[in-house]
């Protein structure tokens, strides 16, 4: 399986982009899809996640700005990322985590950088 972010960018102190998660084929397992995002000098940390259930969770930063969403037609899954602040900069990484083999996929990684 691998995983194609997309949809970073530059962009201004309370806009919008959208992020975007290519799975390069149906997966069918029990599994948790994810955004992470790894800022200069920090460590790598969970934005948001959403299970095959629909069940959705979010770092406390992003709650009520950020949306997950999946697509299971186009093997795809998205972060809707509103009122962005210059915090918000970092590369993003998406992933997905069969939880119950163990195995992890990750994207390449894609930059986001808010200029105030």
């Known amino acids: 399986v691998q995983l194609q972010a997309s949809g970073g960018g530059l962009v201004q102190v309370g806009g919008s982009l959208r992020l975007s998660c290519g799975v390069s084929?149906?997966?069918?397992?029990?599994?948790?899809m994810g955004w992470y995002r790894q800022a200069p000098g920090k460590q790598r940390e969970l934005v948001a996640s959403?299970?095959?259930?629909?069940?959705?969770n979010y770092a406390d930063s992003v709650k009520g700005r950020f949306a997950i969403s999946r697509d299971y037609a186009k093997n795809m899954f998205y972060l809707q990322m509103n009122s962005l602040k210059p915090e918000d900069t970092a590369v993003y990484y998406c992933?997905?985590?069969?939880?119950?083999?163990?195995?992890?996929?990750w994207g390449q990684g894609t930059l986001v950088t808010v200029s105030s």
């Open positions: 992933n997905v985590d069969l939880y119950d083999t163990g195995v992890v996929y």
């Open positions: 084929r149906r997966i069918f397992s029990n599994r948790v």
């Open positions: 959403i299970t095959n259930s629909g069940n959705t």
